[in-house]
């Protein structure tokens, strides 16, 4: 492969907040060498515990700012409820910059606290897995893949080997997405207050406003920081299906035609276009693709179609390892979306086998567990 560094296809250069939490990501990682195996019974047990103390951590500064927060607006105008609303901006603008200037202090402190909290998780998470962050180019790609976990930024639109993977997202949804990851949090923190204002507008019922603030701050922050982990864990626990893979494709490389190379690369290339989506462990498994099978160039061109009609001409070695391949891309790509789907469905039916999509979320719940994809039988897991 020409291309040296597949963490660049990624992202060509992170900014100074992803450079930050990548070196901090570093330093929590105990990681010195990647382990393969699946995860026993107790390794499984010490992840799921991580993963509950870090979203009850969450939680908890949840509580804090939600009740200090509620707690300030109840002390400022317990007295003035009544006369506040009638009062002109001249009287209430000394409130309101101290509420908002507190909330401001607190809500940026909570923040960084969530930061910390879930970058600490994924160094342990690295440790507990065998997922090495640094010393390698792949392992510079993990890296940068759970700092922006972490951090909620979205994956960059840039081309990953000449393939853009948000070629199928209409513009004004793109824009949309990338803004709503910029904001939610503060957008969350506006919406809450403006309900509490809207809700307890009563002076009767305005003493239950810290008893409130702090449960529902308590669950959004569980509900965002596990959603975080489940991203981790799943880029934590792909590499060891991806390496399981290659070494299928390996031990059969010297038996596999350029046809069906080409369906492979330019299979899992179209997955990545119909994800919609520059999953980090789509760049490292058509890197490693492209290693594996020895092909040249940094630059993928993918026609899916032509493709698609060349696997009846295959031999029926090739189409298992083929539809292996697409099957195991599927599953690792952040959720098992429709087209995605589609794109199975097409390739079974041209190899004239019968698909059966629930295996798809048996072998997903398999990955979420750190298990091996590659069972007995797996490679006719989709198909009967």
Known sequence: MSDPSPHQAYVTEPNAVERAAALYLQSQSRADEFRPHPLTPEEYRRVRRLERQTVFWAALAGVISGSILGGIELAFVRDQFDGLGETDWAERWPYWTAVLSVAAVVSLVEIAFLYWNALRAMGALSTLTGLPLEGGNYRMLALRGLARTALEFPNPRTPVFGIDPVALVPRWKFLAQNLLY?????????????????????????????????????????????????????????????????????????????????????????????????????????????????????????????????????????????????????????????????????????????????????????????QSLSTPNAQHAVAE
């Open 182 to 370: 910029r904001v939610k949090v503060g957008i969350s923190s506006v919406l809450l207050r403006i309900v509490f204002r809207r809700l307890l507008a009563r002076t009767a019922l305005r003493g239950i406003v810290p008893m409130v603030a702090g449960p529902l701050y308590a669950i959004w922050n569980a509900w965002i920081t596990w959603r975080i982990l489940r991203r981790a864990r799943e880029q934590a626990f792909a590499p060891r299906a991806v390496e399981a893979l290659m070494a299928d494709i390996a031990a059969a490389r010297h038996h596999l035609g350029e046809s069906a190379r080409s369906a492979m690369v330019e299979g899992v290339g179209e997955l990545l276009i119909r994800n919609q989506d520059a999953h980090p462990t789509y760049v490292y498994l058509l890197a490693r693709l492209m290693d594996t099978l020895a092909l040249s160039g940094s630059r993928i061109t993918v026609d899916w179609p032509a493709r698609l009609r060349e696997l009846e001409k295959l031999t029926p070695e090739e189409r298992r390892l083929v539809l292996w391949a697409l099957t195991v891309a599927t599953v690792l790509g952040g959720g098992l979306r429709r087209a995605q789907r589609e794109l199975l469905e097409q390739a079974y039916a041209a190899s004239g086998e019968s698909f059966q999509p629930i295996r798809l979320t048996e072998l997903r719940g398999r990955l979420m567990r750190g």
